[in-house]
């Protein structure tokens, strides 16, 4: 089993943070910006505002980075490709968007309709951003002079 190539899982976790940033700025800044901003109301918080976003946009860096991670922290087992990137994404989705929300379903805190979308729209952004971003990881040092046909079709 390789190491983790940390240069790598940036670079494709960047790109699976540009992914999520385009999804999540159609969908909460256009989409759903007007319900969101009364579901904010109703409970007593004021709407979003444009000083808030780029905490939002380095988030989803972040979560973009640790998607590709966890895609190549699994690779070996599953083996490389699309279908173990969507894996990823997909457990990623379990943790972070669907039991969060069933933790906090019974509070109340947003709409039925409001989690439900967000919910099921992760669903399908996680593990998309998970596949664009592991096409630019691969594994070893480099993968450049040294690496033959063997080492390319290693790729992703």
Known sequence: MGKINMQKVLTGGLIAGVVLNVVDSVLFG??????M???MT??????MTNAQ???????????GVFLVWLYAAIR???????????KAGVA???LGSLLVTLFMWPM???????????????????PLATVIGAKFYTEGAGMG?????????ARM
Do not use: C, Y
């Open 108 to 126: 109340h805190l947003m709409p039925q309709n409001l989690t439900i979308i967000t919910t099921i729209v992760t669903l399908v952004e996680w």
């Open 37 to 39: 901003a009364a579901a």
């Open 76 to 86: 070996p087992r599953f083996g490389a490709g699309p279908g173990t990137a969507a």
């Open 53 to 63: 976003i780029p905490w939002f946009v380095f988030l989803d860096f972040v979560a």
């Open 30 to 35: 256009i989409v759903l910006k007007d319900q």
């Open 145 to 153: 002079a040294g690496m033959g046909a063997a080492g390319m079709g």
């Open 92 to 94: 990623a989705w379990f």
């Open 42 to 47: 109703s409970i007593n918080r004021p709407a």
